[in-house]
């Protein structure tokens, strides 16, 4: 099977990015021949380190992104795009070459699916919840969307570390990307910081985890409000694959979005999940469905849904009964383990590909 993948992204690094990493590793492994169209950079690089062949472009034109692609020399079975100017290329290529193509959603954003979900074979979404916001968009073709999320790969994260009692320090990690468009998150984790700082009883060691254009912005603002506590921050910067681990498992309690709070479910962390779009809070018994639902915080109407205090609550329940952390901690574990599986997912994700590609099989013959 010979597959295309087309990304555009504006930041650097992020879990779109890691979303479309693992797909491509897993079908490498899976014997397809794997083309990715994106952008020059620390993507590319990590692809084409692990075998993967890359286009590079600039998406500033379709019609040039599509001879880039026409150059490779390919006629490629099936093309799996994202939102943006993924998009153009994509479907300007793949109604040329009459090519079958899905397209996958990570969040609220519509991106005008309405105008050419006639030209796509499915539609993905990362969780129930962005499906459904699609939904009320698109009234039609419904039967065509498929639930993927985001996943963990389960042979690196094969060792859950669950927390120690007897320690006398507690380790808690803030782990996302630093820009525009996750202000939200920023904006709770920073509520989080300043709560922090008036914790008398235990010291506390905060691990900022990501990187991004507001990066020193928001490590200033948390130095102003742990500057009169005995607590320490320590910035760890982007990591990925084993750095990125160990990251997960020196922190005993972890607030992140997305790919990153399963990941952190995975190592054996209670997770404070809170998403671009919306704050799910501590994943426990109350709440975990949710956190499924709507991939941990994307979709939402960000401080509209947020009550008072939640953030501080949450820590609270925590800090002030460390006896929980252990037990919320194997909570998740559970919960990343049972639902967030990535070779799973993608062996899932594979088969769709698989029908598609039959289905247009029966569909060219019907035809004849």
């Keep these: 099977m010979k597959l295309l993948y087309i990304v555009y992204f504006n930041a650097p690094m992020g879990g779109l990015h890691e979303n479309v990493y693992a797909s491509a590793l897993y079908m490498k492994k899976q014997k397809c021949e794997v083309h990715i169209v994106l952008k020059p950079g620390l993507l590319q690089e990590r ?3 692990q075998g993967i062949r890359t286009i590079p472009t600039d998406f500033s034109s379709a019609e040039d992104t ?21 998009k153009h290329s994509a479907l300007m290529y793949g109604r040329k070459h009459n090519v079958p193509m899905i397209e996958t959603y ?37 039967e065509r969307y498929y639930v993927m999320p ?3 790969d389960r042979k690196l994260f094969k060792r859950p570390k669950f927390y120690n009692n007897s320690s006398n320090e507690v380790n808690i990690g803030l782990i996302t990307r630093f820009d525009q468009d996750k202000q939200f998150i920023m904006d709770i984790m920073l509520l989080a910081v300043n709560h922090i700082g008036h914790k008398k009883h235990m010291k ?31 910035f760890k ?20 979005p997305g790919r990153s709070a399963i990941e952190g479910m995975a190592c054996g962390k209670p997770v404070i999940a809170v998403g671009s779009k919306n704050y799910i809070g501590l994943i426990n018994h109350d709440n975990w ?54 070779e799973a997912i993608n062996s899932n994700l594979l088969n769709i590909y698989r029908i598609v590609l039959q289905e247009d099989e029966l569909r060219k013959a019907s035809l004849e």
Excluded at 118 to 139: C, F, M, P, R, Y
Excluded at 213 to 230: A, G, R, V, Y
Aim: hydrophobic share 35%; proline share 2%.
């Design 237 to 256: 910067g982007w990591l990925v694959d084993k750095q990125l681990k160990k990251a997960y498992l020196d922190c005993d309690i972890i607030i992140a």
């Design 47 to 49: 692809m084409e380190n």
């Design 106 to 142: 990570h969040g609220m954003w519509h991106d005008e699916l309405r105008k050419h979900i006639d030209h796509l074979n499915a539609v993905v979404t990362v969780s129930e919840g962005i499906k459904t916001n699609l939904q009320s968009k698109i009234k039609r073709h419904h």
């Design 289 to 342: 469905q949710s956190g499924v639902h709507n991939n941990f915080g994307g979709a939402g109407q960000k401080f509209r849904n947020y009550k008072l205090d939640s953030i501080e609550n949450d820590l609270d329940y925590l800090l002030e009964h460390p006896e929980r952390i252990r037990p919320v901690g194997e909570f998740s574990y559970k919960i990343a383990s049972q639902f967030f599986d990535a």
């Design 66 to 86: 599509v001879a880039l692609i026409e150059e490779a020399g390919v006629h490629f079975d099936l093309i799996h795009f994202h939102p943006g100017p993924s």
């Design 204 to 234: 506390l060691n905060i691990h900022i985890i990501g990187d991004g254009t507001f990066k020193d912005e928001f490590i200033t603002l948390c130095q102003q409000f742990l500057q009169d506590s005995q607590h320490q921050i320590e």
């Design 150 to 152: 985001n996943g963990y």
